[in-house]
């Protein structure tokens, strides 16, 4: 788990730091000189060094006199002189100085072999001003101290103009700001410094690859001690949806898998693929309030409901008392989500996950999509919520999750149905909600990475590769 933190949250571990803040810039002044050194800078290279005149700044002058002991010809050019006579940035200036470095006015851009970017840090908000625009053009690597200039460092929103760094030194932990918005595109490489400072307490907490288990199956496993999944869906045009749910998860370890879909359909899911199951609800080509009784027989003997994938639309209600009558773990996505009235209906005795994208979610609330707001909808409801996207998130109510492995190659049809199977498949094997939600996300991203290598991501591959390598565990 990497920590997500706040400039709010900076401000205060540096005010609760027993340490001398000249010491911090110190600790922070090196981390940017040794990371400049990583980047293969070195005696008699050319570095240009853009300061603030806040403490961003600061740290910019002590990695110019660490790059000039080293034979390093920096230049210094700079937005103002630090603020106070007594600061701690303008010490780090007179040193940076006397160490050799020529400090100039930032005017126009000049050739470099490297440029530091540490005009502006955290605490940065709204337009960069037009005078360092053109330093944002250069053609130069970037090494960036904390954020890229003109980034913020909270939302990861640009309102004008940023740096693109080809690598971003941050200290004590990543910032929220390095993940959302543009922040990915804008960071580069991440480096973080620990510069002594107490734990964070997290805004958010980036889930890697250790905070994402998978089920265990034992030696005496059989198909149904190991999770069984009920994709409830289907509808004419759309049929595929809730055979890629139940396919993925038998992909990723579920020992049994059906799709319960109205009757009119059953002969065609009964063709579509020998190792799921089907069984037919009702009579029709759409699911009616009528079917539930029917539903609920058919899926009894599944540990969990995979909701909605090609359900298309259903007769009013339908969706209201599957979730009020079914009792075990709900995985409801796209249609199922959409065929409700309000978030109300999500409040129920067992664990519900639901796997909106923002469009649905905006739907479902009537409220932007962002983590906050799927935090809010988790604690009023009790469900889990896995908010896909760019990153995604997913959270219980208290701990919010940020999923970053996934990518751009996911934007293809069918490929939220095949995670909303691994969700349920998750569950079915016995880890709990919200860790399945964010296990399964996570897979999700790092499967379609893999595949994207070597071909075009369809929901078809992807379902396959997830069972290559997040399958069956013992």
Not at 18 to 47: K, N
Request: aromatic share 4%; hydrophobic share 45%.
């Amino acid at each position: 788990m990497e920590p997500l933190i706040t400039p709010a949250e900076v401000n205060r571990l540096d005010m609760a730091s027993d340490d001398p803040p000249a010491m911090l810039m110190g600790r922070a002044g090196l981390g940017v000189a040794l990371t400049a050194v990583e980047m293969g800078i070195g005696y008699g290279d050319r570095v240009t060094i853009l300061t603030g005149r806040g403490n961003n700044g600061g740290d910019g002058y002590v990695a110019a006199k660490h790059l000039v002991r080293r034979g390093v010809q920096v230049t210094i050019r700079s937005l103002g002189y630090p603020k106070g006579d007594g600061s701690h940035a303008r010490a780090a200036s007179v040193a940076a100085i006397r160490a050799g470095a020529r400090v100039g006015e930032l005017g126009d851009p000049e050739p470099t072999d490297l440029i530091v970017d540490a005009i502006f840090g955290v605490g940065f908000r709204g337009a960069l001003p037009e005078v360092v625009v053109p330093w944002t053009l250069l053609d130069v690597p970037v090494l960036a101290v904390d954020v890229p200039s003109g980034l913020d460092a909270t939302t990861g929103l640009v309102e004008n103009a940023a740096f693109y760094a080809d690598v971003t030194v941050t200290f004590q932990a990543a910032k929220t700001g390095h993940v959302l918005g543009e922040g990915p595109e804008r960071v580069g490489e991440l480096f973080i410094v620990d510069i002594g400072l107490d734990e964070p307490r997290p805004e958010l907490m980036l889930c890697e690859e250790i905070d994402a288990p998978l089920p265990v199956r034992t030696r005496h496993a059989h198909k149904w001690s190991v999770g069984s999944v009920a994709v409830v869906g289907g509808s004419p045009g759309i049929t595929g949806a809730a055979m890629l749910a139940a396919r993925s998860a038998l992909d990723v370890g579920a020992g049994a898998a059906a799709v319960i879909c109205p009757g009119a359909l059953q002969p065609i899911y009964a063709t579509l693929d020998a190792g799921v199951m089907s069984r037919a609800a009702g009579e029709g080509e759409r699911f009616t309030r009528d079917d539930v009784a029917a539903v609920l027989v058919e899926a009894e003997r599944y540990d969990v409901m995979a909701l909605g994938p090609g359900l298309g639309p259903v007769g009013r209600g339908f969706v209201e008392a599957l979730l009020e009558r079914w009792d075990g773990p709900i995985v409801l996505d796209a249609d199922g989500l959409n065929a409700l009235e309000g978030p109300t209906a999500l409040i129920r005795d067992h664990d519900t996950i639901i796997t909106p994208h923002s469009g649905e979610f905006t739907r479902l609330t009537g409220i932007n999509p962002t983590h906050g707001a799927a935090e809010v909808l988790a604690r009023e409801t009790g469900a889990v919520v896995l908010l896909k996207g760019n990153p995604t998130f997913v959270t219980g109510g208290d701990d919010t999750w940020v999923i970053t492995s996934g990518g751009p190659e996911l934007a293809t049809i069918g490929t939220g149905d095949v995670l909303t199977g691994m969700v349920a498949a998750f569950v079915a094997g016995g880890l709990p909600a919200e860790i399945a939600a964010r296990s399964a996300a996570y897979h999700h991203g790092v499967a379609g990475a893999r595949l994207a290598r070597s071909e075009i991501v369809t929901a078809t591959a992807l379902a396959s590769e997830v069972g290559r390598w997040a399958g069956n565990r013992t």
